[in-house]
C-alpha cells in the first residue's frame, strides 16, 4: 500500500513514539522510511555575530543526528537488527529551514504516500502563538498524515 513514508522528527517523546509506529509500518507495506530533521535557522537572522550564528548551527546539526540516530535505535527495536536491513530501508537526512515547508517539500520531490509524525502537545495559547508544524502539515499535505500523541 505505501512505497514511501517520511518521519520528521524533533528527537521529543512524540517523534520517537511516531517512530515506532512508521517502523511497524514500514515493516508491513515493505515501504522505505525517510526520517528528516529540520533545522530551523530563521531565528537566528539578525544575531550580531557571524560566527555566534555558525556554532548555533552545529550544536543544532548535532542534537539533530543524534535524533536521526535513535530514530535508527528504534526502528531496528521495532524489527530487530537483521530484519530491519532486510525489511525496511532507512534513509536519515538533516535538513535547514522552515519545518513545515521543507517537510511539504520532502513530501513533492520524494513522492511520499504517507506521513508519520508526533505532535508537539502544545494546547491553547502556546500552540495559537507558536503555530504547530503538525497541523500544518496536517493541512497542506497531498497525502495522509499519521499524527502520534
Known sequence: ???????????????????????????????????????????LVGLPAEDLIVRIKEMLKEEGQKSLQRITEIVMEEKGEDDCQKDVKLTLNNLEGSPSDVILKTIAEEGIDLVVMGTSGKHGLDRFLLGSVTENVVRSAPCPVLVVH
Do not use: C, F, Q
Not at 513514539?17 to 509500518?25: D, E, M, N, Q, V
Open 1 to 43: 500500500m505505501y512505497k514511501k513514508i517520511l518521519l520528521p522528527t524533533d528527537g521529543s517523546e512524540y517523534a520517537n513514539k511516531a517512530a515506532r509506529h512508521a517502523a511497524w509500518i514500514a515493516s508491513s507495506s515493505g515501504a522505505e522510511l525517510i526520517a528528516i530533521n529540520v533545522i530551523e535557522t530563521s531565528s
